[in-house]
């Protein structure tokens, strides 16, 4: 009694101190605003990209935050300009994308989700930000956290997929990693959770596009890794391009004041996208720039990103009497305390030797490689040509096995390709490697060479093809409406298939393609989204049988383009597939308008996608036992506890994704067939079984129902675990 009565105390006096650290920075706060003018309020409210030529901006006061400069001796002009020359003395804050990496780059954050392991995309987001800060850098616009569910969009390159509880594991383990424990460290660097909402679901996989989402969709598919992020204390968020039923995030009040200020009670700070306040313009929202800061002000931004607005139109409208000096108080205040916070009044400088003291240090590189190696999905492995530990000699072919800039991927501003280590150089240390290239990039479809690479597989034990994409086709404003590979990859992939030798191929790239043609033509497939700085040694690490696969699919991969949007989650239909799909080459001639089959499919590719949500094999092979519930019938403040036997049949230590998914058998509204609810990796030796449980409060059953209400509805659901998302079978249970 006494141990519960000192920890009580010790939480109580925490708590009190917190407040207390709370309280100074809100004092500090507004006594630096009661000396402010409007001119210089406004001013920190102006973000600009740029670096040393913005000094004299920051003396006048006129920018309260630069982007887009690493250069440690220019940051340091522009903010002595502002803390030395400026009246009033406001360290500038510094921004930059740094998305999956800074220096040492980790795998794109579609490729950190493949691995389902918190902890080392957190790990990876702490070596951004320690890479990072030594450059300057104080606040990151990351992580993207819209759930995306079309691979011809690019930007799903820097999320999490297709699955909301996925999305919010990885965006609080990344916001964790960037933050550190304490903003104040001159290590920690602000995260930034983007894009408020909704974005992802740009409508045929066009980027920029417009969305058609419900608020029930919002609350139960967009808003869960916003609030849960939210709640792990990110310190600012983005607004975006996009408009939900015809009003621009970047406008919305009810999204900024009434959810997210109001329902959320979050605190942080605001910023629009790259003039995403000017493009309400184009939305035919606004009618022009002044009208943009008019709307964006009012319905909660505290920071322009690059629109000019702000600047420009905000003084005369606070006189115009559009904009209350309130408003403009309750934007400043955000943004005082994200820099207090920040500790960039005691310490506005950069050390100009930091740098060089952490960039790509030996721990960094090794936990790149580690997230490397758990990113990497095997989707296909005949008669277990995989691992190559008994060939000798093996030919490296394909654009991507040296390319050392594109296999970082899409937003590397600050990745340097001279430290990446590619395929081939790795390779050549564990085998007697023939190289020739094939194709000289992704879209090259000049087959000239290929007669030099037939030639070569004759000397080769193995044949290992790397293909993929260039890191310019994913990422933002790079859509496609075509995901197989480029130029002539799959002919060079079909003519190794022509050689009689075991053919393995690797695709790196930065979104699911359709290569259900190349599966057919080699022997087996590993998957790896760019995989960064040290993907050639994870890959040679795999392909050698070093390591072992346990990558899972964070999107289902489609057979075709044209099945897109395709996800696993999805609601059911009144004619859902029951496997009698009537397809093109079954249909007889003439045959009468009957309506074949009569469920939901397509009549050239079918229903199922290539492969589902969370598929990935492994070398070894893994048993799950039936699951068992502790108790089939369950109140609203139980937890449910289902234990499984897993079982390690091969002759490999191997990691497996075990995953839990539940339905909601009937609702007030039609619920998904399947969704994701726990997951966790569990690593077993050769021959070793496992009794795994899973426990989940029936309170994360809840959903926003009809009346809009976020509730758990007593009912029928059903459970399964397994290995991804089209496996298992159901055990049943009740909520009274």
Same mark, same amino acid.
């Given at each position: 009694?006494?141990?519960?009565?000192?920890?009580?105390?010790?939480?109580?006096?925490?708590?009190?101190?917190?407040?207390?650290?709370?309280?100074?920075?809100?004092?500090?706060?507004?006594?630096?605003?009661?000396?402010?003018?409007?001119?210089?309020?406004?001013?920190?409210?102006?973000?600009?990209?740029?670096?040393?030529?913005?000094?004299?901006?920051?003396?006048?006061?006129?920018?309260?935050?630069?982007?887009?400069?690493?250069?440690?001796?220019?940051?340091?002009?522009?903010?002595?300009?502002?803390?030395?020359?400026?009246?009033?003395?406001?360290?500038?804050?510094?921004?930059?994308?740094?998305?999956?990496?800074?220096?040492?780059?980790?795998?794109?954050?579609?490729?950190?989700?493949?691995?389902?392991?918190?902890?080392?995309?957190?790990?990876?987001?702490?070596?951004?930000?320690?890479?990072?800060?030594?450059?300057?850098?104080?606040?990151?616009?990351?992580?993207?956290?819209?759930?995306?569910?079309?691979?011809?969009?690019?930007?799903?390159?820097?999320?999490?997929?297709?699955?909301?509880?996925?999305?919010?594991?990885?965006?609080?383990?990344?916001?964790?990693?960037?933050?550190?424990?304490?903003?104040?460290?001159?290590?920690?660097?602000?995260?930034?959770?983007?894009?408020?909402?909704?974005?992802?679901?740009?409508?045929?996989?066009?980027?920029?596009?417009?969305?058609?989402?419900?608020?029930?969709?919002?609350?139960?598919?967009?808003?869960?890794?916003?609030?849960?992020?939210?709640?792990?204390?990110?310190?600012?968020?983005?607004?975006?391009?996009?408009?939900?039923?015809?009003?621009?995030?970047?406008?919305?009040?009810?999204?900024?004041?009434?959810?997210?200020?109001?329902?959320?009670?979050?605190?942080?700070?605001?910023?629009?996208?790259?003039?995403?306040?000017?493009?309400?313009?184009?939305?035919?929202?606004?009618?022009?720039?002044?009208?943009?800061?008019?709307?964006?002000?009012?319905?909660?931004?505290?920071?322009?990103?690059?629109?000019?607005?702000?600047?420009?139109?905000?003084?005369?409208?606070?006189?115009?009497?559009?904009?209350?000096?309130?408003?403009?108080?309750?934007?400043?205040?955000?943004?005082?305390?994200?820099?207090?916070?920040?500790?960039?009044?005691?310490?506005?400088?950069?050390?100009?030797?930091?740098? $060089?003291? !952490?960039?790509? %240090?030996?721990?960094?590189?090794? =936990?790149?490689?580690?997230?490397?190696? /758990?990113?990497? &999905? +095997?989707?296909?492995?005949?008669?277990?040509?995989?691992?190559?530990?008994?060939?000798?000699?093996?030919?490296?072919?394909?654009?991507?096995?040296?390319?050392?800039?594109?296999?970082?991927?899409?937003?590397?501003?600050?990745?340097?390709?001279?430290?990446?280590?590619?395929?081939?150089?790795?390779?050549?240390?564990?085998?007697?490697?023939?190289?020739?290239?094939?194709?000289?990039?992704?879209?090259?479809?000049?087959?000239?060479?290929? $007669?030099? !690479?037939?030639? %070569?597989?004759?000397?080769?034990? =193995?044949?290992?093809?790397?293909?993929? /994409?260039?890191? &310019? +086709?994913?990422?933002?404003?790079?859509?496609?409406?075509?995901?197989?590979?480029?130029?002539?990859?799959?002919?060079?992939?079909?003519?190794?298939?022509?050689?009689?030798?075991?053919?393995?191929?690797?695709?790196?790239?930065?979104?699911?393609?359709?290569?259900?043609?190349?599966?057919?033509?080699?022997?087996?497939?590993?998957?790896?989204?760019?995989?960064?700085?040290?993907?050639?040694?994870?890959?040679?690490?795999?392909?050698?049988?070093?390591? !072992?696969?346990?990558?899972?699919?964070?999107?289902?991969?489609?057979?075709?383009?044209?099945?897109?949007?395709?996800?696993?989650?999805?609601?059911?239909?009144?004619?859902?597939?029951?496997?009698?799909?009537?397809?093109?080459?079954?249909?007889?001639?003439?045959?009468?308008?009957?309506?074949?089959?009569?469920?939901?499919?397509?009549?050239?590719?079918?229903?199922?996608?290539?492969?589902?949500?969370?598929?990935?094999?492994?070398?070894?092979?893994?048993?799950?036992?039936?699951?068992?519930?502790?108790?089939?019938?369950?109140?609203?403040?139980?937890?449910?506890?289902?234990?499984?036997?897993?079982?390690?049949?091969?002759?490999?230590?191997?990691?497996?994704?075990?995953?839990?998914?539940?339905?909601?058998?009937?609702?007030?509204?039609?619920?998904?067939?399947?969704?994701?609810?726990?997951?966790?990796?569990?690593?077993?030796?050769?021959?070793?079984?496992?009794?795994?449980?899973?426990?989940?409060?029936?309170?994360?059953?809840?959903?926003?129902?009809?009346?809009?209400?976020?509730?758990?509805?007593?009912?029928?659901?059903?459970?399964?675990?397994?290995?991804?998302?089209?496996?298992?079978?159901?055990?049943?249970?009740?909520?009274?």
């Amino acid at each position: 009694m006494k141990r519960v009565r000192f920890i009580l105390s010790i939480a109580v006096l925490l708590a009190a101190t917190s407040c207390t650290a709370q309280t100074e920075t809100d004092k500090r706060v507004d006594e630096l605003l009661s000396k402010m003018t409007l001119q210089e309020k406004i001013g920190q409210m102006n973000q600009l990209s740029g670096g040393a030529e913005l000094k004299n901006e920051a003396a006048a006061g006129n920018v309260g935050s630069i982007l887009n400069c690493t250069d440690v001796k220019a940051i340091n002009i522009v903010q002595k300009a502002a803390v030395e020359e400026s009246r009033l003395g406001i360290p500038i804050l510094v921004a930059r994308d740094v998305i999956h990496g800074f220096h040492t780059i980790f795998p794109i954050p579609l490729g950190q989700a493949a691995t389902f392991d918190p902890a080392i995309v957190e790990k990876g987001a702490r070596i951004s930000a320690v890479e990072a800060t030594a450059s300057g850098v104080r606040w990151t616009f990351s992580p993207m956290l819209d759930v995306a569910r079309d691979p011809r969009w690019g930007r799903v390159a820097e999320g999490s997929g297709e699955d909301p509880y996925l999305d919010v594991q990885m965006g609080v383990a990344m916001v964790k990693g960037y933050q550190g424990d304490d903003l104040s460290d001159p290590t920690s660097m602000a995260a930034c959770i983007k894009h408020f909402v909704g974005y992802g679901a740009a409508e045929g996989g066009r980027d920029y596009n417009s969305t058609m989402i419900s608020e029930r969709s919002l609350r139960n598919t967009y808003f869960p890794a916003f609030k849960a992020t939210a709640e792990a204390g990110a310190a600012t968020l983005m607004t975006s391009f996009n408009e939900i039923d015809g009003v621009p995030s970047t406008g919305n009040k009810w999204l900024l004041k009434d959810v997210l200020r109001g329902e959320w009670g979050w605190d942080g700070m605001i910023v629009t996208d790259w003039n995403s306040a000017g493009e309400m313009i184009a939305h035919g929202f606004s009618r022009d720039l002044k009208h943009t800061a008019e709307q964006a002000v009012n319905a909660g931004v505290d920071m322009d990103m690059m629109s000019y607005g702000f600047i420009q139109y905000i003084e005369e409208l606070v006189k115009e009497g559009k904009i209350s000096e309130k408003e403009i108080d309750r934007a400043v205040r955000n943004i005082l305390k994200l820099k207090f916070e920040l500790g960039l009044f005691e310490n506005p400088y950069v050390d100009e030797t930091a740098s $060089a003291r !952490v960039d790509y %240090a030996p721990e960094h590189l090794e =936990a790149a490689k580690q997230c490397a190696v /758990e990113s990497a &999905i +095997l989707l296909q492995n005949k008669k277990n040509v995989l691992p190559l530990d008994k060939a000798k000699t093996i030919l490296v072919t394909g654009p991507l096995a040296d390319a050392p800039y594109e296999q970082m991927g899409t937003w590397v501003f600050d990745g340097q390709k001279e430290h990446t280590v590619t395929p081939l150089t790795a390779l050549r240390e564990e085998y007697n490697v023939i190289w020739e290239p094939g194709l000289k990039y992704s879209r090259d479809e000049n087959t000239k060479d290929f $007669a030099k !690479v037939r030639k %070569a597989a004759a000397k080769a034990d =193995a044949v290992v093809v790397f293909v993929g /994409e260039e890191s &310019i +086709l994913s990422g933002e404003a790079h859509s496609l409406s075509n995901l197989d590979l480029q130029g002539a990859q799959s002919e060079l992939i079909a003519e190794m298939s022509k050689t009689g030798k075991p053919v393995v191929v690797v695709v790196m790239a930065g979104r699911p393609l359709t290569i259900e043609r190349d599966l057919a033509n080699c022997d087996a497939m590993l998957y790896s989204f760019h995989p960064g700085t040290m993907g050639g040694p994870a890959l040679a690490d795999l392909i050698k049988g070093k390591a !072992v696969p346990s990558g899972k699919l964070p999107m289902t991969f489609l057979r075709d383009a044209g099945q897109a949007p395709f996800y696993y989650n999805h609601n059911n239909t009144g004619r859902p597939n029951n496997g009698t799909e009537t397809l093109l080459k079954d249909i007889p001639v003439e045959a009468g308008q009957t309506s074949l089959g009569c469920t939901s499919f397509y009549l050239d590719t079918g229903y199922g996608p290539l492969f589902p949500f969370g598929y990935g094999l492994s070398y070894t092979t893994f048993e799950y036992g039936a699951p068992v519930l502790e108790k089939a019938e369950l109140s609203e403040n139980d937890v449910i506890r289902v234990s499984f036997d897993l079982k390690n049949k091969g002759k490999y230590e191997a990691t497996e994704v075990a995953q839990l998914y539940v339905q909601d058998c009937v609702g007030s509204v039609v619920r998904p067939v399947k969704e994701l609810k726990r997951f966790e990796r569990i690593t077993l030796a050769p021959g070793e079984t496992k009794t795994v449980t899973f426990e989940l409060p029936v309170a994360e059953l809840a959903f926003w129902n009809f009346d809009m209400e976020y509730v758990v509805e007593p009912g029928d659901f059903r459970l399964w675990v397994a290995g991804d998302s089209a496996s298992g079978e159901p055990v049943s249970f009740v909520v009274k």
